[in-house]
């Protein structure tokens, strides 16, 4: 994990945090996925293959991007309890080890 200063930096502006390139570029992409999906095109996806990023991270960065948007999104309508710290370190923890579990339809669709 790259720690809780460097998620600090990354929340503060990723586009100035001291992070690897590809990290940055995959940002950009999240970024543009979840506020502008309209905008998101195989150009994009050319980018962050030449910055060096694997076909299966851009899959995995898409899935967790839609998967939380859509929570974040469902919460704020059913306004949802937001769990304490501690519950997203846990989780965050098993996820690491583990994964989300689910096989792609995505890469149908990027390669």
Do not use: N
């Not at 200063?5 to 950009?28: F, K, N």
């Not at 980018?47 to 859509?70: M, Y």
């Amino acid at each position: 994990m790259l720690g809780e200063s460097v998620r600090d930096a990354v929340l503060c502006d990723w586009r100035t945090a001291a992070i690897d390139e590809r990290l940055r570029a995959m940002l950009g992409f999240i970024e543009t996925l979840s506020l502008r999906p309209d905008e998101i095109g195989a150009d994009d996806v050319a980018v962050l293959r030449a910055a060096g990023i694997s076909d299966d991270a851009i899959e995995d960065a898409s899935f967790v991007c839609v998967l939380f948007t859509t929570y974040v999104r469902l919460a704020d309508t059913f306004r949802f309890a937001v769990p304490p710290e501690e519950s997203f370190r846990t989780s965050a923890t098993m996820l690491l080890k583990m994964g989300y579990g689910f096989p792609s339809p995505v890469k149908w669709f990027i390669r």
